[in-house]
Structures are given as structure tokens and as C-alpha cells.
């Protein structure tokens, strides 16, 4: 019987307790929670996100719009007050347009599409479900960022404190 793939979220405690069945020493402990960061845990990283919204972000990662090429610019490479941003990021069921992990931030750029009603709707369906996660979600539209880049940036800073 195998004990699961190591993308399995219990994988970790499951062969935790397999090799370490009686009380592990400090050091015993230490090293398993060194392997488990080494190894990539990533559940909480990404939220529960399943293989199939990777791959859709791994593509729309390629697909930007001006506005979040425009942002991204500006976010990349911990440019931004030295925070590393990720870009069409999965987070649960949802791919969102930034995400900064230290934050637990999620900053979205909406087109003109968010202005209907029923877009409005899933937007804010959307807002509380990351709320729910803990993250803290910014929202600008493509005409702020694409003309007044320096308020949203100052905007970003003011959230930061």
C-alpha cells in the first residue's frame, strides 16, 4: 500500500507518523518540517487549487491585458517595496491577476466587463470567498492603471502602511 503522491496535502503527516510512530526528538521534528518546506508543500500556497486551474494560470500568464502588463511592470522582480508578487496566480478555484503571499494580498484589474451587473455579482461572490482565505483583495479597473499608474501604485503603498 502506498502512502500517496508527494502534491497529496496529508502526505507529509501521513509519513510523519509512519516513520516517527513514538514521541520524535526536537531534532527528529525539525528536520521533518526542513523537508516539508524543501519539498514544496504548497497547500496553503495555493489554496487547494487542483492541477487543472495550474495549467489555465500557466496559460493566461502568456494572454495578460495591457493593464496587468502595465501593473505587472511595476510589481515584478520585488521592485515594489521589495515584496515578491506572483502573476495569474491559482488560489482555491480562482486564478487572480497578483497575489503577494507576505500579504496575503490579491490585487485584480478589471475591464470593462466588471461594470455589468452580473459581473459585479460574481466579483464580489469572488471578494468573499478570498476574504473567507484570509487575503485582503484591492480591485482597480484597466482605465486607472493604464492612465494613472502612480495612484494605484500609492494606492498598493497606503494598503502596505
Given at each position: ?10 502526505f ?8 516517527f ?15 516539508m ?8 500556497f ?7 486551474i495550474?495549467k ?12 496587468e502588463?502595465?501593473?505587472?511592470n ?20 480562482f ?8 500579504l ?5 484589474v478589471?475591464?470593462?466587463i466588471?461594470?455589468?451587473?452580473l459581473?459585479?455579482e460574481?466579483?464580489e ?12 483583495v ?14 494605484v ?9
Amino acid at each position: 500500500m502506498g502512502m500517496g503522491s508527494l502534491r497529496e496535502p496529508h502526505f507529509y503527516k501521513k509519513a510523519f507518523i509512519t516513520y516517527f510512530p513514538t514521541k520524535p526528538s526536537l531534532l527528529l521534528i525539525i528536520i521533518y518540517f526542513c523537508l516539508m518546506v524543501l519539498l514544496g508543500n504548497k497547500e496553503n500556497f495555493y489554496f487547494g487549487a487542483s492541477e487543472e486551474i495550474i495549467k489555465r494560470a500557466r496559460i493566461l500568464r502568456k494572454t495578460m491585458t495591457k493593464a496587468e502588463e502595465t501593473l505587472w511592470n511595476h510589481l515584478r522582480k520585488k521592485q515594489f517595496e521589495g515584496l515578491r508578487f506572483r502573476r495569474q496566480h491559482p488560489i482555491g478555484r480562482f486564478i487572480v491577476d497578483f497575489y503577494c503571499h507576505a500579504l496575503k494580498l490579491v490585487i485584480e484589474v478589471d475591464g470593462n466587463i466588471h461594470q455589468e451587473d452580473l459581473q459585479k455579482e460574481r466579483d464580489e461572490n469572488r471578494t468573499y470567498e478570498l476574504q473567507k482565505l484570509g487575503l485582503t483583495v484591492l480591485r482597480f479597473d484597466n482605465e486607472m492603471v493604464l492612465k494613472d499608474i502612480p495612484k494605484v501604485l500609492k494606492d498598493i503603498e497606503e494598503y502596505i502602511g
